[in-house]
């Protein structure tokens, strides 16, 4: 039989906050193709839903495969839905952090990642560094009127291996972009998303704030990306000089 879950990753201390993943637990002597996936990931309509199957347990870690679907396509790297494959494992009780306190994830694109319990309640990531490279050439002034944001607004101007990265001028251009997401779908793909960040107006409470579009995916918008911070870590570390930083 195969469990499935709505777990809410990221999550505040307000219940149903946070980004939902669906997670679908597959039992060791099952296949799904990718089409059935798929169609799974589409009928359920979260930004991700993760499909894990568990390969092994010893050395004080359990192994699982894990892979990642949009409601449209599948994506080589998620954060949320990994952070909540891992909290489906434990409520299943097909992993007990106090006896093996590692889950390490084997994923076909991003390598191997390891969710590591630090507590029963809270589950730390280790997650691959994505750099950001300044792109050279002129912006891509039909992205940028799409999304809301003229030319003198972009401090700086990127790509990740996945995505588009626009640092803007402050936090309120951020939290005030409403995206035009149908002209959006009428640019060619740029890309799996676009990263929008600043810093944060009150840094005493975090270094920086960021939204992330999807639409060539079929996610609009992510409330919460983690694999995004992949990039968004690399960059604001060489620009504040921190190691450990803080996200509003």
Same mark, same amino acid.
């Given at each position: 039989?195969m469990? !499935?879950?709505?777990v809410? =990753?990221?999550v505040? &201390?307000?219940?149903f906050?946070?980004?939902? /993943?669906? *997670? ?9 193709s990718? @089409?059935?996936? +798929?169609?799974? =990931? ?6 991700e839903? /993760? ?6 347990s010893?050395? !004080?870690?359990?192994?699982? $495969?894990?892979?990642w679907?949009?409601?449209t396509?599948? *994506?080589e ?6 952070? =909540?494959?891992?909290? /489906? ?5 097909? #992993?007990?952090? /106090?006896?093996?306190?590692t889950?390490k994830?084997?994923?076909?694109y991003?390598?191997d990642?390891?969710v590591?319990a ?6 730390q ?8 490279? +300044?792109?050279? &050439? $002129? ?6 009127? =799409? %999304?809301g ?8 101007y !990127?790509?990740?291996?996945? @995505?588009?990265?626009?640092?803007v001028?402050? +936090?309120? %251009? ?7 997401f149908e ?7 740029v890309?799996?998303g676009?990263?929008?960040? $600043? ?16 639409? #060539?995916?079929?996610v ?5 990306t !983690? ?8 960059? #604001?570390?060489l620009q504040?000089?921190? $190691? ?5």
């Amino acid at each position: 039989m195969m469990l !499935g879950f709505i777990v809410d =990753a990221f999550v505040t &201390e307000r219940p149903f906050s946070g980004n939902p /993943a669906g *997670v679908c637990l597959i039992p060791s002597d099952k296949t799904l193709s990718d @089409d059935l996936m +798929q169609n799974i =990931a589409n009928e359920l309509k979260h930004s991700e839903t /993760a499909f894990i199957q568990i390969l092994s347990s010893e050395d !004080g870690e359990l192994s699982c $495969s894990l892979r990642w679907f949009t409601p449209t396509v599948e *994506v080589e790297l998620c954060g949320h839905a990994t952070l =909540a494959s891992a909290a /489906a494992l434990s409520f299943s009780k097909y #992993w007990n952090p /106090a006896t093996l306190t590692t889950v390490k994830f084997h994923t076909l694109y991003s390598g191997d990642l390891i969710v590591q319990a630090l507590d029963a309640n809270f589950f730390q990531m280790d997650f691959p560094l994505l750099p950001v490279e +300044q792109v050279t &050439e $002129s912006m891509n002034e039909e992205l940028l009127a =799409a %999304l809301g944001l003229r030319r003198e607004q972009v401090v700086y101007y !990127g790509k990740s291996k996945f @995505d588009v990265f626009i640092h803007v001028q402050n +936090q309120s %251009l951020v939290e005030k972009l409403t995206p035009a997401f149908e002209k959006l779908l009428r640019i060619p793909q740029v890309g799996r998303g676009v990263i929008v960040t $600043s810093l944060a107006d009150n840094r005493e409470e975090a270094h920086f704030c960021s939204r992330f579009f999807a639409p #060539w995916t079929g996610v609009n918008e992510d409330p919460v990306t !983690g694999s995004a911070h992949c990039s968004l870590g690399y960059y #604001w570390n060489l620009q504040l000089g921190k $190691s450990d930083l803080y996200v509003g």
